[in-house]
């Protein structure tokens, strides 16, 4: 069964940094669309980072510049390194992923392999 597992969260002031790991189980995290969404109290689940299975990133624009996705496949597990935080970022955190037909999109409803998520508070 497909499990992943966050980690990383907490509690930074503005401007700080975090980095948060997704470790995979029971699939090769290599041959999946990865995927970090983030979900704040009474907002919708939004996109934030994703990378596909040749290697290649995909950022929103609220992040661009500051958040960087990346994965070990000898570790099979993806990264969320998170700099210049804002007390906007503050949310829960998922990693997710799916097996694409063809191309790989941050979109939420293609995501079939949720984890728990953990928890990124940013106070000013």
């Known amino acids: 069964q497909p499990q992943l597992l966050e980690s990383g969260g907490g509690s930074v002031q503005s401007g700080g940094s975090l980095r948060l790991s997704c470790a995979a189980s029971g699939y090769a995290l290599a041959n999946y669309c990865m995927g970090w969404f983030r979900q704040a109290p009474g907002k919708e689940r939004e996109g934030v980072a994703g990378a596909d299975r040749y290697g290649s990133a995909t950022y929103a624009d609220s992040v661009k510049g500051r958040f960087t996705i990346s994965q070990d496949n000898a570790k099979n597990t993806l990264y969320l390194q998170m700099d210049s935080l804002k007390p906007e970022d503050t949310a829960m955190y998922y990693c997710?992923?799916?097996?694409?037909?063809?191309?790989?999109?941050?979109?939420?409803?293609?995501?079939?392999?949720w984890g728990q998520g953990t928890q990124v508070t940013v106070s000013s």
């Open positions: 997710a992923a799916y097996y694409p037909d063809l191309w790989c999109s941050l979109v939420v409803r293609n995501y079939d392999i």
